[in-house]
């Protein structure tokens, strides 16, 4: 059975940093392009970022470059999202998901961004 | 960027009727649009794959067609478990963009 775990999520006060974990478990991870996609309450599904089944490459969308990296380490079966200088409108759910399209989503993990 | 426009916002559908919802791309996008399935406090669900591609597990009820700018998915004979909202995204190019939603409730 496929599993994508994330972890590392919580309140965190804006310009201070958080790091996100998800480990993956059921399918062949290194063989994956992963993702990072975001839902602000009540709001719809945002693209964050992507990074290749190697790591070689990686996208983000404009609103996060620069300030996030998304990485992933292939003998732990980990991706993650490191993320840096956070605002308030980075307050979301996060979804770690396999790439591409999505077919393989986590159960998510909650970002709340707030002094 | 590309933009997904779904349409209707809302569909109210009596269990057992067949619907029909769009997605349209400001710019061709070919046959790289996806559909997903979310409900309420769930994780989404993919659905159909590049445009009509069907997903192992996803009942026969759910088809997608289209190509260019304008998709549909439809589901035959709505069942209770479907009323949930659905969008539509794009991997045609980055950045990866997804559709508003359309929630279909029961009328």
């Known amino acids: 059975e496929v599993q994508l775990v994330e972890s590392g999520g919580g309140l965190v006060q804006p310009g201070r940093s958080m790091k996100l974990s998800c480990a993956a478990s059921?399918?062949?991870?290194?063989?994956?392009?992963m993702a990072w996609v975001r839902q602000a309450p009540t709001k719809g599904l945002e693209w964050v970022a992507t990074?290749?089944?190697?790591?070689?490459?990686?996208y983000y969308r404009d609103s996060v470059k620069g300030r996030f990296t998304i990485s992933r380490d292939n003998a732990k079966s980990t991706l993650y999202l490191q993320m840096n200088s956070l605002r308030s409108e980075d307050t979301a759910t996060y979804y770690c998901?396999?790439?591409?399209?999505?077919?393989?989503w986590g159960q998510g993990v909650m970002v709340t961004v707030s002094s | 960027d590309i933009v997904l426009t779904q349409s209707p916002a809302t569909l109210s559908v009596t269990p057992g009727e067949s619907v029909s919802l769009s997605c349209r791309a400001s710019q061709g996008i070919s046959t790289s649009i996806h559909w997903y399935q979310q409900k309420s406090n769930e994780s989404p669900r993919l659905l159909i794959k590049?445009?009509?591609q069907s997903i192992s597990g996803i009942p026969s009820r759910f088809s997608g067609s289209g190509s260019g700018t304008d998709f549909t998915l439809s589901i035959n004979r709505v069942e209770s478990e479907d009323f949930s909202v659905y969008y539509c995204q794009q991997s045609y190019s980055l950045p990866l963009t997804f559709g508003s939603g359309t929630k279909l409730e029961i009328k």
């Open positions: 590049f445009a009509s």
């Open positions: 998901t396999s790439f591409a399209p999505f077919d393989y």
């Open positions: 059921g399918f062949t991870f290194s063989n994956y392009g």
């Open positions: 990074i290749s089944y190697d790591g070689s490459s990686t």
